[in-house]
């Protein structure tokens, strides 16, 4: 009995041998024909040219990963890692266990071959057996021949996977992404294990960790730049971010009057990301009031009170599971204070300088840099600095940082299927490296003052302001991919004003 069956045991019903015939009969044929080529596959097909060109001969398993447990016999929803989900083009409804492997060929290149749990048909046991995994409790999956005709992809069952990994041990190199499935890591690891005797020396386990790791930051650093389809999916997932905005600034004032309004507003904006995609692409942070100066306030158990600004920071994955990532600071009651209104405006400044200075050649670093000396100018102006620390000062790398009190958080990512997207890049192809066009990336700068921070003026504390947008690197500067939301302060007033007097 499985560890899954045995937590369901006393609940569950005996079966006789007469039943399981006759719950496997009498079902109508499955299939009426194979599926249309995906318009992902070629693109996703692009990008594994491009690893195979990179780690010549050897063997690359970039596991889709499986289900995780929630609590005893519930899992979360599958979502597929997002390298496996890259190199295949497999969105929101695809299933888990699944490996990709690139297996070399003696003529060169790689033969993309995906290993899952294909569809076992209904006269299998699994079908009503498994309520895992069965088509009768959890629904259909795809045939090989599904998976081959709509992503161009060689599919075998993932029962061929253990020797197809093993096979050539100790002639061919083998190199996993192991954060994704830790059984497969596993699997690969024993194969090394096994293949030499050498390699269970440390110096072999180093360099097959390190072979690893060089694959996932390969992978990571592929999805800096991205092709023509991934930056429709992220004009999709902005516009569907956009929707939910706008729906939680309908339901503003029923957040006020029911209470609990950070939990409305959470609710409101995730019915409308998982109506519009695949669901959010990370938790939401809704924060009212004194919330806001709190970076990961993803709680979202407070009320929500006429009078307060409400940090929204919240982004919908689409169903290719690219997500977008915008924040806007919303005066509850439609109206900025006025000491609000004089964060905001310092935030805004130094959202428009740092997306001013984005073009092609320009240092990611910049970006920052330009955010961070109009916020310390701001800083400076209010006297919160210490005595006679100056904007030179305070930006100073080794010496300054007196405005990360109030500032403390990056101004910018890249951004795509991963929020925090190409995360395992290196600096000199991240941070230090100099901006292209195709990349996605954000600008979100901010200024929080805790309501006990006895340094800021009285009329600050309790109030965070970010103002974040979605910005594409062109050919000759930038596009805000989410210009479509107001962001001046006015602006966001007027769009709040019409949207509730609807
Ligand atoms: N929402 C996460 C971030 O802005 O980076
Ligand atoms: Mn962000
Ligand atoms: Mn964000």
């Not at 596991?63 to 599958?78: E, H, I, M, Q, W």
């Not at 200075?357 to 670093?365: D, H």
Request: charged letters at 30%.
């Amino acid at each position: 009995m499985s560890e899954e069956q045995k937590k369901s045991e006393n609940r569950s019903n005996p079966t006789t041998d007469e039943f399981r015939a006759f719950v496997k009969s009498g079902w109508a044929p499955r299939h009426t024909g194979s599926p249309e080529r995906a318009e992902v596959a070629p693109y996703a097909a692009t990008r594994r040219d491009a690893v195979s060109a990179q780690f010549p001969g050897d063997r690359l398993v970039v596991p889709a990963g499986g289900l995780k447990v929630r609590s005893n016999d519930t899992d979360y929803v599958f979502r597929p890692h997002s390298a496996f989900a890259h190199l295949t083009g497999f969105g929101s409804d695809q299933e888990p266990d699944a490996v990709l492997v690139l297996e070399p060929l003696p003529e060169g290149g790689h033969d993309a071959v995906l290993y899952f749990k294909p569809w076992g048909g209904r006269d299998s046991d699994e079908f009503f057996g498994d309520t895992r995994y069965g088509e009768f409790w959890v629904g259909g999956r795809p045939t090989l021949e599904d998976i081959e005709a709509e992503y161009g992809l060689t599919a075998r069952s993932i029962d061929e996977f253990a020797d197809a990994v093993a096979k050539d041990a100790g002639k061919v190199t083998v190199r996993v992404v192991r954060d994704a499935d830790h059984d497969v890591t596993e699997q690969v690891e024993q194969g090394r294990a096994a293949s030499s005797e050498k390699a269970t020396d440390a110096a072999a386990v180093q360099s097959a960790a390190e072979a690893d790791d060089e694959l996932s930051r390969f992978l990571s650093t592929l999805r800096l730049v991205k092709d023509e389809w991934e930056i429709e999916q992220m004009r999709l997932a902005v516009a569907a971010t956009q929707e939910g905005f706008e729906a939680v600034i309908a339901q503003l004032r029923d957040a006020v009057a029911k209470g609990r309004g950070e939990r409305w507003v959470e609710g409101v904006f995730g019915l409308h990301a998982r109506h519009q995609g695949n669901g959010v692409g990370y938790d939401s942070i809704c924060a009212g009031g004194d919330h806001a100066t709190t970076l990961h306030w993803i709680k979202n158990t407070g009320d929500l009170e006429d009078g307060e600004v409400l940090l929204l920071d919240a982004g919908v994955e689409v169903d290719s599971l690219f997500t977008a990532d915008i924040t806007r600071t919303l005066p509850v009651d439609g109206t900025f204070t006025e000491a609000q209104r004089t964060i905001y405006d310092a935030v805004y400044a130094a959202q428009q300088a740092a997306m001013e200075a984005i073009k092609p050649g320009v240092k990611f670093s910049e970006i920052h840099d330009t955010a961070i000396r109009v916020i310390a100018e701001f800083l400076h102006e209010w006297g919160l600095l210490p005595e006679g620390v100056s904007v030179e000062d305070t930006i100073d790398k080794e010496h300054g940082q007196y405005h990360r009190r109030w500032m403390v958080h990056g101004t910018s990512h890249h951004l795509g299927i991963d929020v925090h997207d190409c995360a395992q890049a290196r600096r000199a192809d991240y941070k230090d490296a100099e901006l292209r066009a195709g990349m996605v990336l954000t600008v979100e700068p901010g200024l929080y003052f805790k309501a006990d921070d006895e340094l800021a003026p009285v009329e600050f504390r309790g109030t965070g302001v970010r103002i974040e947008d979605d910005i594409l690197v062109t050919e000759d500067g930038y596009e805000n991919l989410s210009s479509a939301m107001p962001r001046t302060a006015d602006d966001v007033e007027a769009w709040i004003a019409r949207i509730t007097s609807r």
